[in-house]
């Protein structure tokens, strides 16, 4: 089990930034690949963004692209997620997701391969 709890999310303005944080417990956090996936209302979970476990390497959907960045601190289990200049499209719940995938990188963007999810943190965008 790797138990993931995100935090970050809130109420912000069009253009504004916020930073979503996931955090896991445990020793083996590392040996995870982290994504973020989000759900708006009436929508299907769309990826976001994605992480290897090493770190070396970074995935990103195009609507978000240049906007989002994604890192992760091993040394506090935690992967990150910068936004910056949010769009009200952006509103979403905001998940984070942990796989094993020993696969291509380009699988991460299938929710399909995430082993483990958090609860999600909402974002809301006003315009």
């Known amino acids: 089990q790797v138990p993931l709890v995100e935090s970050g999310g809130g109420l912000v303005q069009a253009g504004g930034s916020l930073r979503l944080a996931c955090a896991a417990s445990?020793?083996?956090?590392?040996?995870?690949?982290i994504g973020w996936f989000r759900q708006a209302p009436g929508k299907e979970r769309e990826f976001v963004a994605a992480?290897?476990?090493?770190?070396?390497?970074?995935y990103y959907a195009d609507s978000v692209k240049g906007r989002f960045t994604i890192s992760r601190d091993t040394a506090k289990n935690t992967v990150f997620l910068q936004m910056n200049s949010l769009k009200p499209e952006d509103t979403a719940v905001y998940y984070c997701?942990?796989?094993?995938?020993?696969?291509?990188?380009?699988?991460?963007?299938?929710?399909?391969?995430?082993?483990?999810w958090g609860q999600g943190t909402q974002v809301t965008v006003s315009s």
């Open positions: 992480i290897r476990r090493s770190g070396d390497s970074t």
């Open positions: 997701a942990a796989s094993g995938t020993l696969g291509s990188g380009i699988l991460l963007l299938r929710s399909t391969v995430y082993d483990y």
């Open positions: 445990g020793r083996t956090f590392s040996n995870y690949h």
